[in-house]
């Protein structure tokens, strides 16, 4: 499973020191080839760790030998010296890995405005690099974990050749991408002008439609590595339908492992203008505090879901709006419609549906409640 | 004080019985002349509540005799009859005080999607009619609390004129207005043009500055009648600076009573390209949750402040940010700054400077911390 599934790459996951705690903290995930082909995309804040900078720029060339991920520390907001140690630590992987600096992206995750430990940093690397395997996956998913409670994983592919990936992030999770590290691989014989295009399509549709508490983080990073070493190439429907499955699976494991959450909740926008209408309203309904709340206390509040949907441009008439959460229409043209206390909030998944009456177009947004504990985890200590 | 506090004005609150607990549900304020000039801003959101569709209406002759307010339902999402409900209240306000129904307000305050109990409202504005009083101003500002620990009054005035006002609002309090209704009397002799101006002109820089949790309501509304009793006109510049405090004090007392607060926190804005940039960013990190939490657990978390930053569209580079909390500036050029253990964040109120280095605009923006009491409070029942 997770980056080591597809043929042609080997990775490892190990405690480099980084986390005081002494939990794995950094993961090496190598493209052996024959290809070497890679696409990415990164977080949308201005605001830019030093990490994504770097592996902004490596990826012009379209290609990748390897990724050096660490968890433990950002690395954003951290000036000339940061950006050094990013550039150092490729440095260091492209030594002992016998490649060029330039082929290494970087990826980094923890606290905002602290300088890595470098000197547990590069020595790491040589470790990680010494117990590079075709089974490390699942180690080196492990390593990058921060709140995390568990590691995530996915797979899909047919005939012959297999998307897999791993991913971190539980918090800050919103559109332009959350603190997320994703990397996918695939043994599949692609040129990077693929890979690029099948990643966007998917990343628009599954990491872009998550959104856990708004805020958007400075180190989110999606990268799509090809090894080529199945000598298949798929039809690019098949591959993209594959990666986009793949990151649709990852991004649910991010959204039910968010922090604190105790529900996951669905937000389909359906009967929209448009369907950058159907985001627009899936994200400020997915974003409303007031909401999240009520969700969390088990209570079908639609008038925080009609609220939400009138601070938007989307096209809609308000005595046009209805919303079934659960599969009962408990708000109809835009009052009071059916029983709420027939509505069954017990489980989990809570499934919003707002319809705005106003095209045929679509979106879904996954997010989740807001509780006590996601309050805890955020104020009791620097993250 | 309160609505009272200015002459030509009486004011009464009731227990009519619309919520169940008994407590005080009716406010009734009446502007007995010999001016009756008024104006009026509403919420933003485009889903509006019956009572602002009818006061909107209502307010464009420029006119009102009187205002009825009540707590305990919000009339908002009731569909016609709703609306017929509104009609019905402001029929009966001008039945007992002899005026017409069209220079009379409404405003309510509750919970959304649900109808308003008639039968008790509507022999409630005659019980308030006959305790109408020069001294009920207190007793009105009681009665309009939803979940508000304290009624929220203020007044201000020089030279024989005085402006007075009354506030509720305790949740749901962001740009565009909040779940906020505000009644402000004057007895200054003017008219509705520079009435409205100079609301238009506090409550911009004063309540549309207030964004305790992003969430906008469906019911927002501040009124300004004028009697003109006191005889004065004064300049323009007074008046419009008497409003402003008035609305300022008003929205500072909004944000110390926000729902599960302990923190509450000055985002001020400095040397932003324009205005514009400064409102957004400070609305930006005022709207932050993992930001929010770090305040509540007295973490100097600089970082949440540069990530909020970073996704505005405002003019800055990242390597010129600076931002000091508490007086110390924990980060300097986009970076590590003075010690953050300097800060000392014992007490409630917070003060974050975000300077942007592009121009010599400012902004501050009030907001409150994310507290495990405002996720109980929202989701432990319905409002």
Redesign the interface.
């Known amino acids: 499973m997770s980056v080591t599934a597809a043929k042609g790459f080997t990775a490892a996951g190990i405690a480099a020191g980084i986390k005081e705690n002494g939990n794995p903290d950094l993961a090496l995930v190598v493209n052996n080839g024959p290809r070497r082909a890679a696409a990415g995309v990164f977080t949308?804040?201005?605001?830019?760790a030093a990490p994504v900078l770097w592996s902004e720029q490596v990826l012009k060339s379209g290609q990748l030998a390897a990724v050096v991920l660490n968890s433990g520390g950002?690395n954003?907001?951290?000036?000339p010296k940061?950006f050094q140690d990013t550039h150092a630590t490729a440095e260091k992987a492209a030594e002992v890995l016998g490649v060029g600096a330039g082929e290494v992206a970087v990826c980094s995750t923890g606290?905002?405005?602290?300088?890595l430990p470098m000197d547990k940093l590069l020595p790491g690397v040589g470790t990680a690099a010494a117990q590079l395997s075709e089974h490390g996956g699942e180690k080196a998913a492990l390593a990058i974990k921060t709140t995390d409670t568990v590691h995530k994983t996915s797979v899909a592919g047919k005939d012959g050749w297999t998307v897999g990936g791993m991913a971190k992030g539980a918090?800050?999770l919103a559109p332009?991408l959350a603190t997320m590290l994703v990397v996918l691989t695939t043994d599949a014989d692609l040129d990077t002008e693929t890979l690029d295009k099948a990643l966007r399509a998917a990343t628009k549709v599954t990491f872009d439609r998550v959104d856990s508490?708004?805020?958007?983080?400075?180190n989110d990073t999606v990268l799509l590595l090809a090894s080529g070493a199945s000598g298949v190439t798929p039809t690019y429907d098949d591959f993209a339908e594959a990666v986009r499955q793949v990151c649709d699976d990852l991004g649910r494991q991010l959204i039910r492992d968010a922090e604190g959450a105790s529900k996951d909740i669905k937000v389909e926008v359906v009967n929209a203008a448009t369907e950058d209408d159907a985001v627009e309203v899936g994200r400020s309904i997915a974003?409303?505090?007031?909401l999240k709340?009520?969700?969390?206390?088990e209570?079908p509040?639609?008038?925080?879901v009609?609220?939400?949907?009138?601070?938007?441009k989307a096209a809609?008439e308000?005595?046009r709006?209805n919303v079934a959460i659960n599969g009962v229409w408990v708000?109809k043209?835009?009052?009071?419609g059916e029983d709420r206390d027939k509505v069954d909030m017990r489980y989990r998944e809570v499934h919003i549906v707002a319809d705005l009456s106003a095209g045929d177009a679509t979106a879904t947004i996954w997010t989740n409640?807001?509780?006590?504990d996601?309050?805890?985890?955020?104020?009791?200590?620097?993250s």
Chains 1, 2 share one sequence.
């Not at 974003?287 to 007031?290: A, M, S």
Request: hydrophobic letters at 35%; glycine letters at 16%.
């Open positions: 949308a804040n201005r605001v830019k950002a954003a907001c951290t000036g940061g606290l905002i405005g602290v300088l918090g800050m332009g508490d708004g805020c958007m983080s400075t974003r409303n505090n007031l709340c009520a969700i969390h206390g209570d509040n639609w008038g925080r009609l609220s939400a949907i009138g601070t938007t809609f308000p005595d709006l708000c043209n835009g009052g009071v409640d807001l509780t006590a996601y309050v805890h985890e955020n104020s009791a200590y620097s």
